[in-house]
């Protein structure tokens, strides 16, 4: 169970092995080792020491704004205000305010698929699992990983990539896409984004304007199909 107080890091060439946190999920769990779904100031501390140590890239800081391990306190009045303890998604919500990179791992929606994530020692092979199967032991898949291993597409972006794919749902009314073919990644970027709008918002004929499924009003649809 990777959870505080659970686990033993060993030292290797003198230097003590850091517990790893590949998503938001993963850091708060492991921070509430009582698995009540939500954390109290201590464990919030704990989890503010850990994201201190997270590379400086993993945070979208202004210059010279670097994480501080003695302010977890106040990191604690502007995440919980007069609250006691943070649930998950305000603690999300509050990594989010902060510029946090780090993967939420949570997916939208059921039906997704879950490969497994897991690597094999310091090799770059993964696991060629395509989707969590659960086994006999229903927190277990049949490739022999754990269902945490088993973490989607989705789960892996941040809040704010999260939040453009919520936009889309709700645009399109049919919810998420379907699973994406190999090689197709889906662009949640705001900067590109907004680069494709200002494509198609140039390019837009204000007259004369059709296409030859809805045709035109002069002359119709194209009967050639």
Not at 55 to 82: K, V
Not at 167 to 179: E, Y
Request: aromatic share 8%; net charge neutral.
């Amino acid at each position: 169970n990777y959870r505080m107080g659970m686990v033993h890091f060993p030292v290797r060439k003198g230097v003590r092995v850091r517990p790893e946190f590949p998503t938001l999920r993963s850091l708060f769990n492991y921070c509430d080792p009582d698995e009540s779904g939500n954390i109290s100031k201590t464990e919030f501390e704990a989890a503010w020491e850990h994201l201190c140590n997270l590379p400086r890239e993993m945070f979208a800081l202004e210059e010279g704004n670097l994480l501080d391990p003695s302010s977890a306190g106040i990191a604690w009045e502007a995440a919980a205000g007069e609250r006691t303890h943070l649930s998950f998604v305000q603690f999300a919500k509050w990594a989010s305010d902060v510029k946090l990179r780090l993967p939420v791992g949570i997916d939208l929606g059921h039906d997704a698929e879950r490969p497994c994530r897991f690597e094999y020692g310091r090799t770059d092979k993964r696991c060629p699992c395509a989707s969590f199967k659960a086994a006999a032991h229903g927190t277990m898949c049949e490739c022999g990983h754990k269902s945490s291993a088993h973490i989607s597409d989705v789960a892996l972006m941040t809040l704010d990539e999260q939040a453009v794919l919520r936009r889309s749902k709700t645009a399109m009314g049919k919810g998420l896409a379907p699973a994406r073919r190999p090689g197709f990644d889906m662009v949640t970027n705001p900067a590109t984004l907004a680069a494709l709008q200002r494509l198609l918002s140039e390019t837009h004929k204000e007259t004369d304007n059709w296409t030859r499924d809805r045709g035109c009003a002069l002359h119709g649809r194209d009967s050639s199909g």
